[in-house]
């Protein structure tokens, strides 16, 4: 036992350092490169490093294909199918590339971007979609995960090829443009998703199987990194290449580990988010309007096109207290999921 947790273990460090060392080079990088984009919720507004959301993609890759050196060479008998790990490392480059490309088109003077101007251009809304559809491609190729599935109080459905061919790839799609809706304040998004992937931690330790257990591990010492450099006051913006990658990442880890009813629960926040964009066509910012007293005035008064206009609503908040709100909005999530758990609801 002690053997197995070790090969969960090393590439989890693994991929931590090699995140943590990515990290530093990229934010001098991308500085020096002029993929930046400024601070709007402090004042002066301070220009900080974009894209350095690659980072996470690559120690994540590094960490499994650390997992997949030990099987090659006899180290251990291998727990979790090489060509799983394999096809959810090509599915996070490649989409990852993407969100670079996202993070890249940069413009010397502001331009319009969605309700606001900034410097950064990135992709047209339609083309999102497209192109991140390249995300489900590998694990559609392996005919990943179980095509039965447990659905929150409806019990056991079974999609048969539907699955892997619709609903695998309408979930990578919609996890990464719905994780990608969620930023605009220092930690939100880096640190929302570093709750949720240890809540998947948890499950697959308790619940779940080794390769979800393995993937989660290793991914939530990615994600970990990144709210580290990204915590208020933030010296990076981990950018699109951080909110696709991760998106696809989180679905790869629920479908691999056979956690997808789990994953629907605790997924929820970003499924209010996407929802509440919507209803703008998308043409929203969460930011809000910086005060001399360093709270957050929201944009749009009364009308809540994000959590964040609703947690600005609520109070006059801070920057980092509109950050935390999310947090604490999906631990309760999480808490809810295994509360349906220990009630055989999910």
């Known amino acids: 036992m002690a053997h197995t947790y070790l090969t969960i273990i090393v590439p989890s460090i693994i991929a931590l350092l090699v995140t943590f060392l990515a990290a530093r080079f990229l934010m001098g990088y991308m500085f020096e490169s002029g993929v930046t984009t400024p601070d709007h919720n402090k004042k002066g507004k301070p220009t900080l490093p974009s894209g350095v959301g690659l980072a996470a993609a690559i120690g994540f890759t590094v960490g499994i294909l650390i997992y997949v050196f030990g099987s090659s060479f006899n180290l251990y008998m291998p727990v979790a199918s090489l060509g799983y790990i394999l096809a959810t490392a090509l599915a996070v480059l490649m989409i990852s590339v993407v969100g670079l490309l996202d993070d890249i088109n940069v413009k010397r003077s502001f331009v319009k971007s969605t309700a606001m101007k900034d410097t950064r251009k990135g992709l047209k809304q339609w083309q999102k979609p497209l192109l991140t559809f390249m995300g489900a491609i590998p694990l559609m190729a392996i005919n990943a995960g179980v095509s039965v599935v447990r659905i929150p109080l409806i019990g056991m459905v079974n999609f048969g090829i539907f699955y892997p061919i619709v609903i695998i790839p309408l979930a990578v799609i919609f996890a990464a443009n719905a994780f990608n809706l969620l930023g605009g304040f220092d930690g939100i998004l880096t640190g ?120 600005m609503n609520i109070k006059r908040a801070k920057e980092w207290e509109v950050s935390m709100y999310m947090w604490v909005v999906e631990i309760a999530f999480i808490a809810f999921a295994f509360g349906l758990k220990a009630f055989s609801l999910l």
């Open 192 to 311: 929302t998703g570093t709750i949720l992937t240890f809540g998947m931690v948890l499950y697959s330790l308790l619940f779940g199987t080794y390769i979800g257990l393995l993937l989660s591990s290793v991914l939530f010492a990615s994600m970990l990194v990144m709210l580290l450099f990204n915590m208020y006051p933030a010296k990076m913006v981990p950018g699109d290449s951080f909110a696709y990658f991760g998106g696809t990442a989180i679905i790869a880890c629920m479908v691999l580990g056979n956690m997808e009813s789990f994953g629907l629960i605790i997924g929820i926040p970003f499924i209010i988010e996407f929802l509440l964009h919507a209803r703008k066509k998308f043409n929203t910012t969460d930011l809000g309007k910086l005060q001399k007293d360093g709270t957050m005035q929201p944009p749009y008064g009364k009308r809540i096109y994000s959590w964040c206009h609703v947690f």
